[in-house]
């Protein structure tokens, strides 16, 4: 398992060739399947938009679901269109690496977890975290109540799914942290992204995100009951409460533009208040910015987007210093798996600045926008077979 960083790397290479040897094609705007949200008509402020538009691309880091909703309800409500931006979202996929298209210039900004970017940086990538929207983790280790799995050390002895890819790295720490050799103690398989590996019984435990794979689960028919699993059914072990938890989606620019494109980076600026506005408005109108994913056809049904949006909402807010503005205990503790899972080799504080996001939440907070959420309190989600 220590050798899977090596091979992650390897990947991200050979798939960074391959996307820049797309982008020179005759057509480089199929290299990646793009989703541009339609601007609505509420929400977009009174002002008129700028007369001249600056186009800018988004690399997500999946395909279209909640997990993206604000960047969805900024081009939905006009948030982007009144800062003189024209928004392209792109979809990604198992064979896109955000930070890659970024750094290649093919997009403008770019979504991706902070210990996968890390990687790319020691790799030679100029790119920098200027927003931090999750303040939290969204990966858990899930199992079935009857399998006595209730904290890391039951892992011992047990086979332990992950997805590979760069999404392991928390559950490696977590487990040395307990005291457990990944190599040894546990059997380690790599899962597909999706759960039925552990609701065939075929793992004993399995990688989720909250937000997505565990609500898959809620979403199955247990077939003793004759109804969905229930929460109860199933033992969670959150890397939050274990102390490896790493920073997850964050928005990316490329580093050197920022320095020498003063235009660039006001458009980083305008990009991330924007950003940030929408999803202060999923955080306060969630019916409303669920239809709004829903209209962006994502792959599984309402009662799935709804959970997934109220996961997300809690991984944001609150923010206490302001939403995307970097947590840096949280950072430290990122870095510090980082290094000691050998991810990287040295990780930087220049890997991320807060200027950008400063200067946008106070244009926010000029607006009468809360961008701390310090009273924000989840709703309740039903969930529906199969997640419709």
């Known amino acids: 398992m220590r050798n899977r960083p090596i091979l992650w790397r390897m990947l991200a290479l050979l798939m960074a060739m391959g996307l820049i040897a797309a982008a020179c094609g005759d057509s480089g705007d199929d290299a990646a399947p793009a989703t541009t949200a339609a601007a ?36 939905d409500q006009g948030y982007y269109e009144d800062l003189g931006l024209n928004v392209d979202i792109l979809e990604g996929g198992v064979d896109i690496v955000p930070q890659t298209q970024l750094d290649s210039g093919a997009v ?32 858990l280790q899930v199992s ?38 990944p190599e040894s103690d546990v059997t380690l398989v790599q899962q597909n992204f999706d759960m039925l590996a552990l609701l065939n019984r075929e793992i004993d435990a399995a990688q989720a995100m909250i937000y997505n794979e565990y609500a898959q689960v809620l979403e199955t ?27 997850q989606d964050a ?43 829903l209209q962006n056809a994502p792959t599984l049904g309402k ?17 206490p210093n302001g939403a995307g503005i970097m947590d840096k205990s949280l950072w430290d503790q990122t870095k510090d798996v980082a290094i000691s899972e050998q991810i990287v080799s040295s990780a930087s504080d220049d890997s991320f ?10 244009n926010l907070e000029a607006e009468g926008i809360d961008v701390k959420g310090t009273g924000y309190s989840p709703t309740t989600v039903t969930l529906n077979e199969g997640g419709s």
């Open 40 to 75: 609505g008509d509420s929400g977009g402020g009174e002002s008129e938009a700028p007369a001249e538009m600056v186009d800018v691309k988004l690399q997500l880091q999946w395909f279209t679901q909640a997990q993206f909703a604000g960047y969805f309800a900024a081009v």
């Open 353 to 362: 600045r807060t200027d950008i996001a400063e200067e946008a939440i106070a």
């Open 221 to 247: 028919v247990n077939p003793d009951t004759g109804e969905l699993y229930q929460p109860e059914d199933l033992s969670v072990i959150n890397w939050n409460d274990v102390g490896t938890a790493m920073l």
């Open 303 to 319: 009662s799935h987007q709804a959970w997934q949006l109220n996961e997300i909402n809690q991984l944001i807010w609150p923010s």
């Open 144 to 181: 079935f109540a009857d399998s006595g799995i209730t904290k890391v050390e039951d892992l011992k002895g047990k086979t332990v799914g992950n997805w590979g890819f760069g999404n392991e790295f928390e559950l490696l720490a977590g487990l040395r942290k307990a005291g457990l050799d």
């Open 108 to 139: 403008d900004f770019a979504i991706a977890w902070v210990p996968k970017a890390l990687v790319s940086i020691e790799e030679g990538a100029k790119i920098v975290d200027i927003g931090q929207v999750f303040q939290r983790s969204g990966t």
């Open 251 to 293: 928005i990316w620019a490329d580093a050197d533009r920022l320095e020498s494109d003063p235009a660039y980076r006001d458009t980083a600026v305008k990009f991330v208040q924007a950003s940030l506005k929408g999803w202060a408005f999923c955080r306060d109108n969630f019916d409303q910015c669920v239809d709004i994913v």
